[in-house]
């Protein structure tokens, strides 16, 4: 019997608890009911399910932070919490391979601040239910508005003709929205990279500088404990490979 691995209940952050407005259809929301509490737990939220028959069967698991990064660490943490999860609720009926990955520059849309924060790029969408006849859609995003059946996306849609159609198209009735790549969604992702490298400089900046701080007992402490070592004859000498932390330090 596989037992379900403990579970850290994650304080309340802001863009945590979102819902998605598009969901997976069939099995994939079977594996994403699981899958979204399981992320939920660790401070991640689930992006979009989709099971493939690739190698046989493949789960792919796209997830992110609230501020929308994942690494690589947190896909590894998150696949650690998954597969023993998986094992006790079997969502699935046949053997498969679970990969996790982040949404990447040319994400999916699922939320409504998916959609608000891709506003002046480019996307495909396509509708569950067809609007004037037609499902498909590629355009430039320029606003997300309020509708009837909740929020609802404006687009530019532009013809081969150069020639430029508004549409309004509610969020719940799609099936599937993604970023298009282009260069200007590239610059916008690197920038954000960039952003996010100088605050996380910066707080690794402030914390090195708290972690000087040290009390001057702890200090005085510290030198009592060494001069009391060398009294004894302890020399100060390098770690065995055996000694140390994980690191070898």
Do not use: W
């Not at 309340?12 to 939920?40: K, M, N």
């Not at 919490?81 to 990955?101: C, G, H, K, N």
């Not at 200007?184 to 090195?208: M, P, T, W, Y």
């Amino acid at each position: 019997m596989v037992e379900a691995p403990n579970r850290t209940i994650v304080e309340p952050v802001e863009g945590l608890d979102e819902a998605r407005l598009i969901e997976d259809p069939g099995a994939s929301q079977r594996v994403g009911r699981i899958a979204a509490r399981v992320a939920r737990d660790l401070g991640y939220r689930l992006v979009r399910v989709k099971i493939s028959s690739a190698a046989g069967a493949t789960v792919q698991i796209m997830a992110e932070r609230p501020d929308g990064t994942m690494s690589i660490e947190d896909c590894e943490r998150l696949s650690q919490a998954l597969s023993p999860a998986f094992d006790v609720e079997e969502p699935m009926t046949q053997a498969y391979r679970l990969e996790i990955s982040s949404p990447g520059i040319d994400r999916p849309l699922v939320r409504e601040s998916d959609f608000v924060r891709a506003v002046g790029h480019e996307a495909r969408v396509e509708m569950a239910v067809a609007i004037d006849g037609r499902k498909r859609f590629r355009g430039r995003i320029t606003a997300v508005a309020p509708g009837l059946n909740g929020p609802a996306a404006r687009m530019t849609l532009i013809a081969d003709d150069t020639s430029e159609t508004e549409v309004e198209l509610p969020i719940r009735a799609m099936a599937e929205a993604r970023l298009v790549l282009t260069e200007d969604l590239i610059r916008a992702a690197l920038r954000r990279e960039k952003a996010a490298l100088k605050d996380a400089k910066r707080l690794a900046g402030r914390r090195a500088g708290a972690d000087r701080k040290t009390s001057p007992d702890v200090a005085s402490g510290a030198r009592s404990n060494k001069l009391k070592a060398a009294a004894r004859g302890a020399a100060s000498k390098p770690l065995g490979p055996d000694e140390g932390d994980n690191h070898g330090r």
